[in-house]
């Protein structure tokens, strides 16, 4: 589970709810089904408009995306790019097809295997190029998909406050629960604020910085397989490969290779 994106959520709910209860509002009071219903509805019909229905069907999968933290380590990757290109170097680009089976990634397993088949660099580069785009051209559409659900939201909350009051004022028979019921005709418009503000929209911005990482993963993984097959220095490639790296995991990767060097002194 992604911690932060769930206690991100929960934390701004609760700050909502405690706040209006400090002020001496009544939780009961913000409960609304058919505001709830209304808004809800209203929104996801709308955003059904806009996409097609694949895309909306996939709604959840990517709530799923962004509720589960899928662990990437960098690091590793380049480890296992630089173990590649060792071998590689030692005993030819043949040699990596023993390896194939044993690669979970399959964006490096497909490179690797169009590297082992001896295809054009140049159509290596350009088939990689055109995967990375099109990944990246399908997480922007899930993106999009949570902010156009963001952006109808607080309409229809305000469609649900004027048809609650239309409602009200039409049915008016005793002025002392026009306050009371006016107030419950509100909730319509905090439900569509709130829920773009709270939950629509940051999951678009979670769906775009999870997007932004893998893609900087790929094109990590694709510089390697390039440069495996140009034949370069193992030692050129890590030098290379550090620059996808953030700060912390360079001091990692750093300290790692001092304590390697540590033991093959020790062992000489």
Request: glycine content about 10%; proline content about 3%.
């Amino acid at each position: 589970m992604d911690i932060a994106t769930i206690g991100g959520i929960l934390l701004a709910v609760v700050s909502l709810v405690v706040g209006f209860t400090l002020d001496g509002g009544s939780i009961t009071a913000l409960i609304n089904p058919s505001a709830l219903i209304l808004v809800i509805g209203g929104t996801l019909g709308a955003t059904m408009v806009t996409v097609g229905l694949g895309e909306f069907l996939g709604l959840f999968k990517y709530v799923k995306i962004a509720l589960l933290q899928k662990k990437q380590d960098p690091l590793q990757t380049v480890d296992m790019l630089i173990d590649l290109a060792s071998v590689a170097r030692r005993e030819g680009i043949l040699a990596l097809e023993e390896r194939l089976e044993s690669t979970d990634d399959a964006f490096l397993r497909n490179a690797l295997q169009l590297v082992v088949d001896g295809v054009d660099m140049e159509l290596v580069q350009e088939y990689l190029d055109t995967e990375i785009t099109y990944i990246s051209e399908r997480h922007k559409a899930a993106a999009k998909l949570f902010e156009a659900a963001g952006g109808f939201a607080p309409t229809m909350g305000i469609i649900g406050t004027v048809m609650g009051l239309v409602h009200v004022l039409g049915s008016l028979t005793n002025i002392d629960k026009l306050g009371p019921l006016i107030a419950t005709a509100f909730t319509a418009t905090l439900y569509g604020v709130a829920s773009a503000n709270v939950l629509w929209l940051p999951i678009a911005a979670k769906l775009r910085y999870r997007s932004e990482r893998e893609i900087l993963m790929l094109e990590m993984v694709s510089e390697g397989v390039l440069s495996i097959q140009a034949g370069e220095n193992p030692n050129i490639l890590s030098q290379k490969l550090r620059a996808f790296l953030p700060p912390s995991q360079r001091v990692r990767a750093a300290k790692s290779e001092r304590g390697e060097a540590g033991v093959e002194t020790a062992r000489t």
